[in-house]
DNA sequence: AATGAATGAGCCTTCATTCAT
DNA sequence: GATGAATGAAGGCTCATTCAT
């Protein structure tokens, strides 16, 4: 009874993860979901009630696996020093949401709801980027010596996130930087982010 | 005539122009282009072919600005120091390419572009970006005093890259920055990406 | 087992006259039914064979109760006057088939089928409408002192019967006429129709 | 230009019209309506907005011809005494929106309201029922010798307006009383409304 | 040259029904 | 016997595009 259902159901939310990161909600067509998944056109209708309620399902799980990666990070880093702390939360969030065999479509889930938010787009905001986004002040803030509400925290946090987000797994990054956006130099561009970052916020100190 | 013609042109070139780059080229519908341009439904497959034919208009024209950008960035940079020719270039692209009124949409569009691909994303990365992104090669180069194919050259203008693109004018960044977001805080935006990057990209010597 | 399955039936039955009768054969959704009635989605067609079987049990029901009333009605005139008779008539009809507490729904589902007939009509007509009809014309016959196969009577009998059907338990009666909507109103309305009728039908004696 | 549309619109309109009276709002589809006036699927939503928008122009048009039904009434019967007002109505009502090369699909609407009400009720009721009711409420109340408020009126009225609604052009009055449901028949229908009602509320005066 | 009407493919959704258990 | 999942036909509607003028 159940079985089956599962089994369906998982289908469709894994065909809906694969498409709608690769070309957004919008472009999508719940027909092609269901293709994909060898399922019928009312299946996504029957699972989820409709398409915005499928996609509320896909970014959910994406955001339990976000969310648990700045948890490990900060767990992983307890105790250490800043310096560390942030290369661990580099390696970390490379090696889960970037690397092949993890789950790379986040990262592209995130792109398309910069791009074209839709209704889901506080949940991700609010359950995945803020709280990595608080860890990297924490540790900019451990850095730098100084208060999180200090202006220069907020600034520090954006350079380095930007730099987690941005160049990887996107066209533009493809074709810019072939050399840095294959599999194999994922490591070297993690430990190069955190050595430009540390670098980086150190200037900020006077 | 021509004349009503060519004003006709302009103002369905002005609106698409602001509804793409605010919602997407898939999002947006040539209903809504011609309605905001005061004109007929017919009226963007008679002057562009089709809505595609549209969009590239609008990109060449977006294109064409940034590109005069970098120019302009490389000529008053000419003859300086890296550190200066690094600092023009943040400032003349935030002030060109940002800041209200100027030209923000193009920033806007070219995210839409990385977050769902049209058949137009070479012409961006190509006569946009690469050009940019190879100045800041050149610059980093310099300042590391090595070859613009030395591997370390890419991912010093990746970091920069990146915290020129990402931190601005994104629902993301209104909701996690809301400091930095604001018109007035650009200046202090440039100041403390140059300063960070000069001191990323120095401690990339060793 | 057969118990708890007739409970099921019933509870289907019970919910699929409320709902037929507010809102007609088409709008109500077999889905509707079933969660109303606790029960499962196939359990209509498991039932009743499919949505129309269903209807077709409902309407039977409706109709054994309706042909009860023109029965009863029958019983209790006579040997009486024709006067009588006819003040019977109008008050058993109006006390079981329109006032709360009997079963006002087996109206409203006969005004559906007279606006939007399905493959049931006939069965309406002849085993409720026919009868009450023919009822009420053996009335007028003998309020007229001649056959029933005389023009008069039918055109007398229809007259009644308009005001039987019409003024009752429907959205345009409810805002034309509040004040005579009201439950209180019935058995003035009774009173109403049988002296306007007696006088009605009277005066085609010449 | 024009030209053309007009006959698309008209030709949706008429086979809207058609359409609704047989089988009501909900049953009706747009793509019987389309097909039925010759035009494509999207002429609906590109004349009317919607399907809404389709029945609201055509209850219109109906609305429109019954409202002078009733103005045409009043003016005939003007001075007259309110034997002859009543006579009137019951004939012009006939004539308009009854008798066949008329606009017999008036009174069917109106039917499918009363069943399956649409957000269109309203205006049914305001413009159509409520004049006339309130014109034949006049009318009793001088037959009676009374003023309008009194609680006879209303339900005098009610029995004349029940003999006008009922009766015509339904399937319950086709398979009961098919003599009096021939076109030929109508004439001696409407006198025998007008004189049964006469003497119901004579009858009402004591 | 330029428009407003018209097109048809395609989208999301709903529904009564059937199937596998 | 009875259920919840699955089906596929169909519905209303939107869209970029084309046509007739």
Redesign the interface.
């Known amino acids: 009874m159940s079985g089956k259902d599962r089994e369906t159901r998982d289908r469709l939310l894994e065909a809906a993860t694969t498409l709608f990161a690769a070309?957004?909600f919008?472009?999508v067509t719940v027909r092609d979901i269901c293709q994909a998944a060898g399922a019928n056109v009312a299946a996504v209708n029957y699972h989820f009630g409709d398409k915005m309620g499928l996609y509320h399902d896909v970014l959910n799980e994406a955001i339990e696996k976000m969310h648990g990666t700045t948890e490990a990070a900060r767990d992983e880093g307890k105790g250490k020093a800043p310096e560390e702390k942030l290369e661990i939360l580099v390696r970390v969030f490379i090696d889960r949401a970037v690397k092949q065999g993890s789950a790379p479509w986040i990262h592209q889930l995130?792109?398309?709801?910069?791009?074209?938010?839709t209704p889901a787009?506080?949940l991700v905001?609010e359950r995945v980027?803020?709280p990595r986004?608080d860890y990297l002040k924490e540790i900019a803030a451990e850095l730098l010596g100084c208060d999180c509400a200090d202006?220069r925290v907020?600034?520090?946090a954006?350079?380095v996130?930007?730099?987690l987000?941005?160049?990887i797994k996107?066209?533009?990054?493809r074709?810019?930087?072939p050399?840095?956006s294959r599999e194999e130099a994922l490591d070297?561009?993690a430990a190069?982010?955190v050595?430009?970052?540390?670098?980086?916020?150190?200037?900020?100190r006077d």
């Open positions: 070309d957004g919008k472009t995130m792109m398309h709801e910069m791009a074209e938010p787009l506080d905001v980027l803020r986004f202006a907020e600034k520090a954006m350079s996130q930007s730099q987000m941005l160049p996107n066209p533009f990054a074709q810019l930087m050399e840095l070297g561009l190069h982010v050595r430009f970052s540390l670098a980086g916020i150190c200037a900020m």
